[in-house]
């Protein structure tokens, strides 16, 4: 960000606001009218078929969205923020299922469940990825 210049003001939108089913540009960018908490009716572009669980239609589901202003009357999925989400909501998922078998403790099987995902940030063969900086 330049000096003086003021971060973007994000927002939530609820899916129910989508004004049709997702479209795409003729440069293959998907978007999705929206009606926004002032009562405009403006482009929201972003990854819908990822973050919008979108029904047969391309209806997208009825969940709070964050989006960003791009500067020209047209708005941005904020993917970053949709990732965090499933991240939060994959992981409650997971913390719920877990229910400790015979002699182990729930955590004991919530760490289990994470080994065999391949999660905690290791390779397959058990091992550190390395970071790239």
Known sequence: MMKGEQPKQSMRVAGQFAQGPIQQTEDGNQFVEMELPDGQVAP?????????????????????????????????????????????????????????????????????????KKGMGQSPGGMMKPVRR
Not at 47 to 59: A, F, H, K, L, Q
Not at 64 to 87: F, H, K, N
């Open 44 to 116: 929201v572009f972003g990854d819908w078929e990822t973050y919008g669980n979108p029904s047969r239609d391309g209806v997208i589901e009825d969940m709070d969205y964050r989006i960003v202003p791009l500067g020209d009357g047209t708005y941005s999925l904020d993917a970053g923020e949709m990732e965090s989400e499933m991240t939060r909501t994959e992981g409650r998922q997971m913390a719920s299922q877990a229910q400790g078998g015979p002699g182990a403790s729930k955590m004991e099987d919530l760490l289990e469940m994470l080994m065999q």
